[in-house]
């Protein structure tokens, strides 16, 4: 069965540097969620888009942008990074439809800055 | 706001002994509650999670839970431990964030996380 996919796996960047973490959920998936999991910490929820309109927000930095496209791909934006942005990214993805609470988690990406 | 509490960031046992993870939660509606295993450098699988219905929720790889609403709780066990169980574990729980336009916001918070070794 389809997964959702993440891109890159591993990135490393220098401070003040950008980058751009990518989302392909499963296949039919029309929500997107984000998570930071920092080392050591637990996974913090970031932003969700549904039908390409964000719909919830977190703990996200106002360094960070992220949006879903019209293949319902989704993409997050980080700029200025900081030491502190070091950190396992997730995304996962639900399935249109009623009852449905699921999240399927990608295996993340892991951004290493320097 | 919903939190999670997980007691004991670090738990150890011998194989073949009980596993025992625990999960408080506090939630301002009935809330959905999930159990994902982490293994090194790997993302989130979900073990198992409670909806609805039955409160004795089995999942994958002999792990159950029991969500108790007058306690708060659902932990986890797993009768007898195997090497293989060795990982972090996370208790979370969403709500029905349910748009009106049909939309699903099931965005998870998780607990800080226990850590299970397994001793030979």
């Known amino acids: 069965a389809a997964g959702v996919i993440q891109s890159p796996r591993h990135l490393i960047k220098e401070k003040r540097e950008t980058a751009t973490l990518k989302c392909y959920p499963i296949?039919?998936?029309?929500?997107v969620y984000w998570y930071q999991q920092g080392p050591g910490q637990d996974p913090q929820f970031l932003i969700s888009?549904?039908?390409?309109?964000?719909?919830d927000k977190g703990s996200i930095p106002d360094r960070f942008s992220a949006q879903q496209f019209s293949d319902y791909h989704s993409e997050l934006n980080m700029s200025s990074l900081e030491l502190g942005d070091s950190a396992l990214y997730f995304c996962?993805?639900?399935?249109?439809?009623?009852?449905?609470?699921?999240?399927?988690f990608g295996p993340g990406t892991r951004l290493l800055v320097l | 706001a919903q939190s999670v509490t997980q007691l004991g960031s670090h738990v150890s046992v011998s194989e073949g002994a009980l596993v025992l993870l625990r999960c408080n939660y506090s939630?301002?509606?009935?809330?959905?509650l999930f159990w994902y295993v982490q293994y090194p450098n790997q993302g989130l699988q979900l073990l198992l999670k409670?909806?609805?219905?039955?409160?004795l929720v089995k999942g994958i790889n002999g792990f159950e839970a029991e969500f108790k609403k007058s306690e708060t709780s659902f932990h986890l066990t797993k009768p007898s431990a195997h090497m293989s169980d060795a990982a972090e574990y996370f208790c979370?729980?969403?709500?029905?964030?349910?748009?009106?336009?049909?939309?699903?916001?099931?965005?998870?918070?998780f607990g800080k996380g226990t850590l299970l070794t397994v001793n030979p």
């Open positions: 888009f549904y039908e390409k309109m964000q719909s």
């Open positions: 996962a993805s639900n399935p249109p439809g009623a009852r449905v609470e699921t999240q399927y």
């Open positions: 296949p039919r998936h029309d929500t």
């Open positions: 409670y909806t609805t219905g039955a409160t």
């Open positions: 939630s301002s509606v009935p809330p959905y």
């Open positions: 979370a729980v969403s709500d029905d964030g349910r748009f009106n336009s049909g939309g699903s916001n099931y965005k998870l918070t």
